[in-house]
């Protein structure tokens, strides 16, 4: 059985690594396998290819942005890699993504109180 090992993911680049200062600002902390790693890996690797995907569809003018199926693959994209980072983060990592209300839940419904008084 692999045991876990504490890895730092930055978000923005989607560097998985073992030391926070490799010239990195890491977004989260997480404790993983190596076999989990991979599998984030993998997840970053699927967004790149559906951030292309955005990319190529804004280069066409008469394309609306509400209805892009590239648009929803990214998003999905982005909501597996949250997903796994919560599933494998420390408390402060889950606390993070619950309050950002990227997966869609919350645990404490004022949260999100600033954009329900929008509505």
Known sequence: MESKRTYYV????GDILQDPNQ????SFRIFATPTE???LK??????????????RRAQVPFRQYHN???D??????MKN????????????ARRHIIE???LGHTSDSHLREDIENLK
């Open 68 to 70: 892009s199926p590239e």
């Open 10 to 13: 930055d978000i923005s680049s």
């Open 100 to 102: 950002i209300g990227v």
């Open 81 to 92: 890699i949250y997903s796994m980072i919560y599933k494998l983060g420390d408390e402060e």
């Open 23 to 26: 010239n990195a600002s890491p």
């Open 42 to 55: 993998m997840l970053f690797n699927d967004n790149y290819d559906d951030d292309m995907s955005t990319m």
């Open 37 to 39: 790693v991979n599998e």
């Open 72 to 77: 929803d693959q990214y998003d999905q994209s």
